[in-house]
């Protein structure tokens, strides 16, 4: 009796023999899963735990943000192909709302805020966070709804992210379910023992005041007892205005703040402008790693660099 499968999306008829060496050689009778990841962290989590069977297409790469991004019909075509589509969160990506409406029942939206076991924070407003907003720059507010959406800045939500996403590829594919397993404790120890070395690379820094460019720093701070005392601006879409900066000017010169971070995605101008004359340093922080390549490796990567930064800018 012959056996009709899929080997990359053709279908091949195999006798019964066939199917049997196939089989005892090693090789996977199902295809591999088409998953579409859209920023460089959580592509790296997805990576690493496929590794060995598929590989995840990204979304956003270089300096491209997430804040800001425009599909493109590649990125249409991919997400049109895929068995799934994974996402922070419906209130970060909203690039992906209409190409989303278009799936088929049959493919799943991985949606990492409902991951079970992460520790969310909410957004920090104007008031709370250092600064009262000028009237109609609540854009942050709105498109976050509530939750601050930069949860995969704290290794511990990424061991939780590790676990559902091996769940997910698991129930996709249940033919790799062993393997998916096996690659995501790996990735979980590994995740671990970065925390434990961020830690130590910014021990002694929980005192030290310092402002960044938007608030994306809230979970490494919340993780490592950092001391934030405001963003330059509540939404990276819109220019702070005169009273806001004048408002951080003042900031800065109060408590003496030590750093000033910028991120890579946007001009550094306001962050020179903002420290000349002052003792505050300058600094960049990254929320995705623009400049790191994509891959396994690439959270570790980032948060080694954003950690490094902030000592690096605290401590000197």
Known sequence: MAWITKVLGVSVSWGAGALALLLACGVSSQAAPRIVVTIK??????????????????????????????????????????????RVSKNLEVFLEKAIETLPASARVIDLEQTPGLTLLPVRDAGRFGFRDEPGHDAHHHHEGGIDVHFWLDPLNAVAMTRELARQFS??????????????????????????ELRATLTGLSGEPFIVFHDVTQYFEA?????????????????PGAKRLAAIRAKIEETKAICVFSEPEFPPKLVQMLTMGTKA??????????????????????MRADAGSLAACLKS
């Open 41 to 86: 962290p959580i592509h790296s989590l997805a990576a690493a735990i496929l590794d060995g069977v598929a590989q995840p297409k990204l979304l956003l790469d270089g300096a491209a943000s997430p804040h800001s991004y425009a599909l493109k019909p590649s990125d249409a075509q991919a997400i049109g192909d895929a068995d799934a589509v994974i």
């Open 171 to 196: 129930g996709m594919d249940p033919e790799h379910a062993a393997q998916y397993l096996a690659n995501a404790q790996k990735l979980e120890a590994r995740l671990m023992s970065l925390d434990a």
């Open 223 to 239: 993780r490592y007892g950092l001391n934030g005392l405001g963003a330059i601006t509540l939404s990276p879409e819109r220019a």
């Open 281 to 302: 340093k300058q600094g960049v922080l990254d929320e995705v790693g623009a400049a790191i390549p994509a891959g396994p490796d690439h959270y570790f990567a980032l």
